[in-house]
C-alpha cells in the first residue's frame, strides 16, 4: 500500500514529493506515539527486570513463524481507507494514512521483526520507544518515496511488492536471528 502513494502525487513531481515527505513524516510520529505509549506502560509494569527474556522469548517465536510460514500476516487484517470524500485535502489523507501506517498496529505488518521491536519496546522506556517508533515509520514508508523518485507508472509501482518481498523476507529472518544473538550473549555472558 505504502509504495502505491506515490501515484496520488501525480501533476507534478514537485507536488508528488512534498505529499510522500509528508506521509514519511507522519508515519514517523504514528510510530512515535505508539513506541511511546508501550515505552510507558513498560515503565509503569516494571518490564525492564524482565527485558531480555520478554525480547528473547518473543525473538524465538518471531523467528519460528518466520521460518516455517512462507506468507504470513501480523496483527491487522485492515488497510488504510483508499477512497476519501472530495472534501478532504490531499495533505489531511496523507497526513492520516502515514499516521496509520507508521504505527504498524493498523495496517498489515508481513514481517516478524515487528514483534520483537514492539516488546523491545515495552521494555526500555518512553523515550527509547519515541526514538525506536519513529524510526520505524520512517523506516517502514520510505519505501513510498521510491516510486516518485524513479518515476514509476502505476504497473511498475505494484510490481515492487513482489519484488523486495524476497528480501525483506530473508532481511526479516536475519534481524530476529541477530536480535537471538544479542538476547543469548547478554543473558549468558554480559552479566
Not at 488504510?80 to 507508521?102: A, F, I
Request: glycine residues 14%; proline residues 3%.
Amino acid at each position: 500500500m505504502g509504495l502505491s502513494l506515490g501515484l496520488l502525487g501525480r501533476g507534478g513531481t514537485g507536488r508528488a514529493w512534498r505529499y510522500g515527505i509528508l506521509h514519511v513524516v507522519m508515519a514517523g510520529v504514528g510510530g512515535a506515539v505508539v513506541g511511546g505509549l508501550l515505552g510507558l506502560v513498560g515503565q509503569l509494569l516494571g518490564l525492564a527486570q524482565w527485558r531480555w527474556w520478554i525480547i528473547g522469548v518473543t525473538a524465538l517465536v518471531a523467528l519460528g513463524i518466520a521460518l516455517t510460514h512462507s506468507s504470513y500476516q501480523l496483527l491487522s487484517q485492515r488497510q488504510v481507507p483508499r477512497r476519501w470524500s472530495p472534501k478532504y485535502r490531499l495533505t489531511t489523507v496523507y497526513t492520516v494514512w502515514g499516521l496509520m501506517m507508521g504505527c504498524g498496529l493498523y495496517t498489515p505488518v508481513y514481517h516478524t521483526a515487528l514483534l520483537v521491536m514492539l516488546a523491545t519496546q515495552l521494555t526500555v522506556g518512553p523515550t527509547v520507544g519515541i526514538i525506536s517508533g519513529f524510526l520505524f515509520g520512517i523506516v517502514r514508508q520510505s519505501t513510498s518515496l521510491w516510486p516518485v523518485a524513479r518515476h514509476y507508472d502505476m504497473e511498475r509501482t505494484m510490481r515492487l511488492l513482489e519484488e523486495l518481498r524476497p528480501g525483506a523476507r530473508l532481511f526479516n529472518i536475519l534481524l530476529v536471528t541477530a536480535v537471538l544473538v544479542l538476547v543469548v550473549y547478554e543473558v549468558a555472558f554480559a552479566r
